[in-house]
């Protein structure tokens, strides 16, 4: 094995994501030129929906890169997102329509929401529970709890003008570029970032290095719940009523985001970046494949193929990596 | 490297545009070309056999047709689809809206866009529209089974087959839900009119068939005179109907089901369900399109059209006409 040859799969394996979006906005522009005679691409209103459709697996997905690298995994997200969803309409209602009230309610159903971080954070990091099983627990309880906050109808309507400005036009898509832009600062600058790698390749010497691993793997649970509550927020902002359920399909997106951009589910890799791009991916083609009127269930083939296929290519450059 | 990447990207290119030949050529939205899309609520035989009713009114009246389903039956599932409808810019827009309060916005956007938008069994706001009141009054016309009805229907059926006397009650999926609810409060209403009938408290499931196979247990240990259960939809049904064969009751309580979900006819035969009311998703999906095809041609239609219901039983299960009305994939 050359070292040629070497660089050459490593550059393969860090741009194909990207050569793969761009290459299906390519395919999908192709197409809307020549039978549709418009563009794709250059589209504010295609542009901004896929933003919107990427932006809420992708607000779970930011956690779920912090969890994925330390070499666990939050299953709970999706319905803390839903938790969320149903309590800030329920917090916001008394308001009535007066913006103020989001001061309070939002701090507010963030506050809830980390108790589901905080109780994960406590079976994994303190009781050693694996993070597949506590967070599954989780996932039970948080749904629960959401559908009951909720009454008994299945969703919270609430109308307030504040809340329906966070929830329009390209804000939520703002919203969580800002909170990414911040994530990949805190991932690839910070100590904090540094370390959450360290304790996903080798916790072990993570702890001899002096991290507190317990301190630190706490802090990741609590943080992808955070996201999961902004996620859930979000939702109601944008369809001006709460559902419990709302984050139920989001949860297997945004691991799958997580992968697709390169992270390993063993721990020690990963990054932002790649999740968005692994997200942008899953957004297009779904977007993509209504918009050209092929059959819904080629998406579920597909995005699984890409999924498969991103992980093939790691573990190739893992192996080849080894042998050097 | 850089030139490698060049490389690699041409290629795919080249391949993404080869591709392209492949593909059935798409027509854009014009007067002689109407385009219509249909997106149901869910994967579901309701929701294909509404596609195929549909797709006949298209062919009839050369529409095209396009068909997107989400996986769940979720707003986050259902809104990605219909923004991508929206881009695709048809004429008319044929949706079940998954959540009466929540899709009002992203149909607003579609009707803004203008797109017209007509509800299929499912609907926005209360339901009336072009009204000039409120903000779900924009669809043109939602096209549905009447649900109170239905469940009126089924009462009637099961009050004949029960012979007018006895003990009965509803099994239902959760209070909440406007078809669901209706059905119940049909089935209610009809059952004031047979005083020899007595009606116990409706139970729900939230849709879990054990659920309600153990309910069907539970009412029987304190109703051994149990004569009947109504199944308001397809879960409660299937769960009714299990309860009673369980408890070894097969025919002498009688088993109402909602829906002709695939295979009601092989259940009927066999005796593990006796009645099923049969929606006409069929004529929603073809009606939806005829509707369509008269908006596109700015012909007035009514802003609702109750679809109606067949009753399946074993005196007809056997004819090959009740066929068509079995759901299927």
């Avoid at chain 1, 010497?205 to 793997?217: K, M």
């Avoid at chain 1, 995005?303 to 192996?319: A, F, M, P």
């Avoid at chain 2, 009805?149 to 099961?158: D, F, H, K, M």
């Avoid at chain 2, 199944?231 to 088993?255: E, H, Y």
């Amino acid at each position: 094995m050359n070292d040629k040859r070497l660089d050459r799969l490593a550059l393969v394996s860090k741009v194909w994501p990207w050569l793969f979006l761009g290459s299906l906005l390519v395919f999908f522009e192709a197409w809307a030129r020549i039978s549709a005679h418009r563009s794709f691409v250059f589209n504010a209103y295609n542009l901004q929906s896929i933003g919107l459709a990427a932006s809420a697996p992708l607000l779970l997905a930011v956690g779920q890169t912090f969890v994925i690298i330390t070499a666990g995994i939050d299953l709970s997200v999706g319905f803390v997102m839903g938790l969320a969803a149903v309590c800030v309409a329920q917090f916001t209602i008394p308001g009535g329509d007066t913006p103020w009230i989001l001061l309070l309610s939002i701090p507010l159903t963030i506050l809830v929401c980390l108790i589901p971080g905080l109780v994960n954070g406590v079976l994994i990091a303190r009781l050693g529970v694996p993070a597949f099983i506590g967070t599954l627990g989780m996932y039970g309880v948080a749904r629960g709890v959401g559908f009951l906050a909720a009454g008994s109808g299945m969703t919270v309507s609430v109308n307030n003008r504040g809340l329906a400005w966070l929830g329009s036009g390209w804000t939520p898509v703002v919203l969580t570029v800002v909170l990414l832009v911040v994530m990949h600062f805190v991932l690839s600058q910070t100590r904090f970032g540094q370390s959450t790698y360290a304790i996903g390749g080798n916790p072990q010497s993570a702890i001899r290095a002096g991290i507190n691993v317990r301190r630190h793997l706490f802090a990741i649970y609590l943080i992808a719940a955070v996201f999961a509550a902004v996620g859930g927020i979000v939702y109601t902002a944008r369809f001006a009523a709460g559902a419990a359920n709302a984050g139920e399909p989001m949860l297997l997106d945004s691991i799958a985001a997580v992968v697709i951009g390169g992270a390993s589910l063993f721990g020690g890799t990963g990054n932002v970046v790649g999740t968005l791009i692994g997200a942008l991916i899953i957004a297009v083609i779904e977007f993509g494949l209504v918009f050209i009127d092929v059959n819904a269930f080629w998406q579920f083939i597909v995005v699984g193929i890409v999924i498969i296929l991103s992980v093939l290519i790691d573990q190739y450059k893992g192996r080849l990596g080894g042998a050097q | 490297m850089l030139r490698n990447a060049l490389r690699c990207l041409m290629a795919y290119s080249t391949i993404a545009v080869a591709a392209l030949g492949t593909l059935p050529g798409a027509a854009h939205a014009d007067a002689a070309h109407p385009v219509v899309a249909l997106l149901p609520g869910v994967t579901d035989p309701f929701y294909f056999t509404m596609h195929r009713g549909a797709e006949r009114a298209a062919k009839e009246d050369n529409i095209q047709l396009l068909f997107q389903v989400p996986k769940a039956w979720n707003t986050t599932e259902q809104v990605p689809i219909l923004k991508a409808f929206i881009a695709r810019h048809p004429d008319v827009l044929l949706v079940s809206p998954v959540d009466k309060q929540q899709l009002i916005g992203p149909l607003k956007e579609a009707a803004d866009a203008g797109i017209k938008v007509i509800t299929v069994d499912t609907y926005i706001g209360d339901g009336h529209y072009q009204t000039g009141k409120g903000d779900a009054d924009f669809p043109l016309s939602y096209i549905a089974s009447d649900n109170l009805e239905g469940g009126r229907v089924a009462a009637r059926s099961l009050a004949k087959a029960i012979g007018d006397r006895g003990t009965v009650y509803c099994e239902n999926n959760k209070p909440g839900i406007s078809s669901t609810d209706a059905r119940a409060q049909g089935f209610m209403e009809e059952m004031k009119k047979h005083p020899n009938i007595k009606v116990l408290e409706t139970q729900y499931n939230e849709d879990d068939a054990n659920r309600a196979a153990s309910h069907v247990a539970a009412v029987l240990a304190r109703n051994p005179d149990l004569a009947g259960v109504f199944g308001a939809n397809t879960f409660s049904g299937a769960g009714a109907a299990q309860g009673v064969k369980n408890a070894g009751k097969q025919g002498v309580v009688k088993v109402v089901v909602f829906d002709a979900v695939p295979g009601i006819d092989e259940q009927i035969r066999s005796g593990l369900v006796d009645i099923a009311i049969a929606q006409l998703p069929d004529q929603m999906g073809y009606y939806a399109v005829k509707f369509a095809a008269d908006a596109i041609h700015d012909r007035k239609i009514p802003t609702y059209k109750g679809t109606g219901f067949v009753v399946l039983d074993r005196s007809n299960i056997d004819k090959p006409e009740m066929k068509q009305y079995i759901y299927s994939n």
